[in-house]
C-alpha cells in the first residue's frame, strides 16, 4: 500500500511564503503522477496542481502566479511552493497520488493546515 504524509503547514503572514512536502511509502508506483489538493472552512476540495512521472506540471488558474510543483523521485518528496500567500490561501492541504493514466487519484495524505493572516 502506498502512503503519503504532509508536513512544512502552519500559520504565515500575507504576503510571505510557505514549501510544503509530500513523502511516499511503500510500494512503488511507476509510471505515477502526484497532485496537491486543499480544502477551505465550509469548502469544498479543489485542485491546486500535478506533476506526472515525466515531471510535466499543472497548475490551478487561481494559483498559478503564485505556486510551483516540484518532485524529486529519488527521493519519493513532493513539493508545493506557495509564495506571496494570501489569507484566501487558508485550507487543509493534502497530496495524493495516482499512475498516469488514471483519472482519479486512489492514494491519499492525512493533510496538513495551512492559516494565512492578514
Known amino acids: 500500500q502506498v502512503q503519503l504524509q504532509e508536513s512544512g503547514g502552519g500559520l504565515a503572514q500575507a504576503g510571505t511564503s510557505l514549501i510544503l512536502s509530500c513523502s511516499a511509502s511503500g510500494r512503488t508506483l511507476s509510471p505515477w503522477t502526484m497532485g496537491w489538493f486543499r480544502q477551505a472552512p465550509g469548502q469544498g476540495r479543489t485542485f491546486v496542481g500535478a506533476?506526472?512521472?515525466?515531471?510535466?506540471?499543472e497548475i490551478a488558474d487561481s494559483v498559478r502566479d503564485r505556486f510551483t510543483i516540484s518532485r524529486d523521485n529519488a527521493k519519493n518528496m513532493m513539493y508545493l511552493q506557495m509564495n506571496n500567500l494570501k489569507p484566501e490561501d487558508t485550507a487543509v492541504y493534502s497530496c495524493?497520488?495516482?499512475?498516469?493514466?488514471?483519472?482519479?487519484?486512489?492514494?491519499w495524505g492525512q493533510g496538513t493546515q495551512v492559516t494565512v493572516s492578514s
Open positions: 506533476v506526472t512521472s515525466s515531471g510535466h506540471t
Open positions: 495524493a497520488a495516482k499512475l498516469d493514466h488514471l483519472n482519479r487519484y486512489p492514494w
